[in-house]
Nanobody, 126 residues
Framework: QVQLVESGGGLVQAGDSLKLSCAASGRTILKYTMAWFRQAPGKEREFLAALRWSGGTTYYTDSVKGRFTISRDNANNSVYLQMNSLKPEDTAVYYC???????????????????WGQGTQVTVSS
């Protein structure tokens, strides 16, 4: 079992930056594909970014490409999401997620992720 806890959310202004953290416990995330999703009120949860355990390849949805960066710190068993040039439409609850151990499922498919954090709220004012 992997437990995930997000932190770092808050209220910021448009154009600001924010760094979200996802602390994992229970297992080392060295062999887990990790991702960030978000869910705005009234909308479905959407994929943002992922990082493969094998090779470290990163993936981003088009709306955040060039603004968000996913990274991991194996020593701290954590994953991060650096968010720059934030926009009001980035307002949502942000979730950290992990596929099963050694998982190589489609990174944008929400069903491939079996471990989820509780989410952290990010609000961007205009």
């Amino acid at each position: 079992q992997v437990q995930l806890v997000e932190s770092g959310g808050g209220l910021v202004q448009a154009g600001d930056s924010l760094k979200l953290s996802c602390a994992a416990s229970g297992r080392t995330i060295l062999k887990y594909t990790m991702a960030w999703f978000r869910q705005a009120p009234g909308k479905e949860r959407e994929f943002l970014a992922a990082l493969r355990w094998s090779g470290g390849t990163t993936y981003y949805t088009d709306s955040v490409k060039g603004r968000f960066t996913i990274s991991r710190d194996n020593a701290n068993n954590s994953v991060y999401l650096q968010m720059n040039s934030l926009k009001p439409e980035d307002t949502a609850v942000y979730y950290c997620a992990a596929q099963g151990a050694y998982g190589l499922g489609a990174v944008m498919n929400i069903r491939e992720y079996i471990y989820w954090g509780q989410g952290t709220q990010v609000t961007v004012s205009s």
